[in-house]
């Protein structure tokens, strides 16, 4: 695909995600357990909002798909959004548990629309330049910072954004670490995965 009409979807996709995460913060602010703080302690929103900020950098700039730098960052955004689908699609989708979306198109579009499209730009458009062999590792300080802040700051204020990570939801803390490190492998293979991808020999391209 020419360089315009992929900068005009990536473009398009990140007003989408942006338009779906307005809607659904004025929706959590007139709910008296959704203030900007909580809303904001999903981590679905979490990678969304870098979902946002990384397709309008690569719109405006596509020559950041050889940075290194920023390969990282994107496949980082390409794995947190991709376990946000699956976690979602396979444990929180199908119980019907509350995740704060009340909105069927806001759902739709945070928890199915942007990570598959992500995926898909990912495995098309792979990054110009070889990922450092440690990205799938750099990958994991963010779930990792999220895990330390939400199990805190739930203990603080008595309040969790999903249930496995509740230790009253969960038999206490040890039901929470069994079910972070089911995550943890999730991010892992996400992780090893799109590394794979990206730096699989460049000679086999057409």
Do not use: C, K
Request: aromatic share 14%; net charge negative; charged share 10%.
């Amino acid at each position: 695909m020419s360089e315009t009409p992929l900068r005009s979807i990536r473009l398009t996709l990140a007003s989408l995600l942006m338009v779906a995460l307005m809607a659904q913060l004025a929706i959590g602010m007139s709910r008296a357990d959704l203030g900007v703080a909580n809303f904001f302690s999903f981590f679905t929103i979490l990678s969304n909002v870098s979902a946002v900020v990384m397709l309008t950098m690569l719109a405006f700039r596509p020559g950041r798909i050889d940075e290194q730098g920023f390969s990282v960052f994107r496949g980082a955004v390409t794995v947190y959004m991709s376990v946000t689908g699956l976690v979602y699609a396979t444990l929180l989708g199908p119980t019907g548990i509350d995740v704060g979306l009340t909105e069927p198109w806001v759902n739709w579009t945070l928890h199915i629309v942007g990570p598959l499209a992500l995926a898909i730009d990912w495995i098309v458009h792979r990054p110009g330049v070889e990922l450092p062999a440690n990205a799938w590792l750099i990958w994991l300080g963010f779930p990792a910072a999220y895990l330390v802040y939400t199990l805190v700051r739930g203990a603080i204020v008595d309040w969790y954004p999903y249930p496995f990570l509740d230790p009253g939801e969960t038999d206490g803390y040890g039901g929470v670490a069994l079910w972070s490190g089911v995550v943890l492998v999730v991010i892992m293979t996400f992780g090893f995965g799109y590394q794979w991808w990206a730096n699989r020999p460049r000679e086999t391209e057409t």
